[in-house]
């Protein structure tokens, strides 16, 4: 008998955390742009399908980077209309990446309502992702949001290295704070702080939330995004909820790292995600039964076990 079938994890709340989370989920891109075998595209659209079945209502589906710098996704505009549909009968949200001008005409060719941009806090992964400083990156930016504000369409943008950064080290605070700052006056709706590498912890975690307040950018329109090179993922989300973030980046069955930082391994995953904010009485709205058969099912697919321990637990796999 499963874990979930005897009641565990057994529901306890702690004080001052959000009643309900939105999982933002990665995997269909973020995930499947770090695997060095191309995934069939009906494969990823049944895998965008599923993870929507088990109750996901924020699934990034793809990216409109150049093929030559992400080749496993340049089936982007064969993918997109193969899911499309979800956002029309089920209310899914498809957010897709767009890295200029040319990436968001692309995605609204298509009819994409939700866009993502990807930033950095340091000029080193600027240079290596966007082959830009930070301002120029910035620059490059502004028409990308300025047109799809005007077309009404959601903007998030990524802040990549915001904890640490592997050519460069500790990432000062007022220079996150900075490109966050330039970013939601710029017309974003939501920023995602990301820990590209894995090497925040959860004091440094409150202290970047609380300088973000304190320099006018509220709480309501960041998300997280950890990576789990050292374990740190879940306690830094705890801390992230605990500051009164509700929006949690997460990768189905942990899938992803970072093709440009090396040392980046996977994302959160979705399933230990869930686990711990079951357990902690905060809804997700997701089945975790139904998001851990969909792991195992792309995982065979990938033709390797999922990294995430949940995975693991609950199909008996090792």
């Known amino acids: 008998m499963s874990t979930p079938e005897l009641g565990l994890p057994m529901v306890v709340p702690a004080p001052d955390l959000p009643a309900r989370v939105r999982i933002y989920e990665v995997g269909a891109r973020d995930g499947l742009q770090n695997e060095k075998a191309t995934v069939p595209t009906e494969v990823k659209a049944e895998f965008v399908r599923r993870l929507a079945d088990s109750g996901l209502t924020t699934i990034e589906a793809t990216s409109f980077v150049h093929p ?3 080749p496993q996704l340049a089936d982007a505009e064969q993918l997109f209309p193969l899911v499309s549909d979800l956002g029309r009968s089920s209310g899914v949200h498809l957010p897709v990446l767009v890295p200029n001008e040319r990436g968001l005409d692309r995605a609204l060719a ?7 941009l990807f930033a950095s806090a340091t000029e080193s992964f600027a240079k290596a992702n966007l082959n830009r400083t930070v301002d120029e990156s ?9 047109r799809a504000k005007a077309d009404k369409v959601h903007v998030r943008s990524y802040i990549s290295m915001c904890f640490g950064d592997p050519w460069e080290g ?5 220079q996150v704070v900075r490109v966050c700052k330039t970013l939601m006056d710029m017309g974003c709706d939501e920023l995602s702080l990301g820990d590209t590498i894995g090497v925040a912890t959860p004091g440094h975690v409150q202290t970047l939330l609380a300088e973000l307040n304190e320099e006018g950018v509220p709480t309501s329109v960041l998300g997280v995004h950890f990576h789990d090179t050292y374990g740190q993922a879940l306690a830094n989300t705890l ?3 605990q500051h009164g973030v509700t929006t949690v980046d997460a990768s189905a069955g942990g899938l992803g790292g970072c093709p440009y930082a090396k040392s980046a391994t996977g994302n959160l995953a979705t399933e230990d995600l869930v686990w711990m904010l079951q357990g902690l009485g905060i809804d997700t709205g997701v089945d975790l039964a139904r998001l851990t058969a969909t792991s195992v099912w792309m995982a065979e697919r990938l033709g390797r076990p999922s990294p995430s321990r949940t995975v693991k637990a609950l199909s008996h796999k090792e």
């Open 68 to 70: 030559k710098w992400v």
């Open 110 to 116: 298509l009819g994409a309502r939700h866009v993502a």
């Open 138 to 146: 910035l620059a490059m930016f502004e028409p990308v949001v300025s």
């Open 170 to 174: 500790p990432v000062p605070i007022h």
């Open 239 to 241: 801390a992230a909820l």
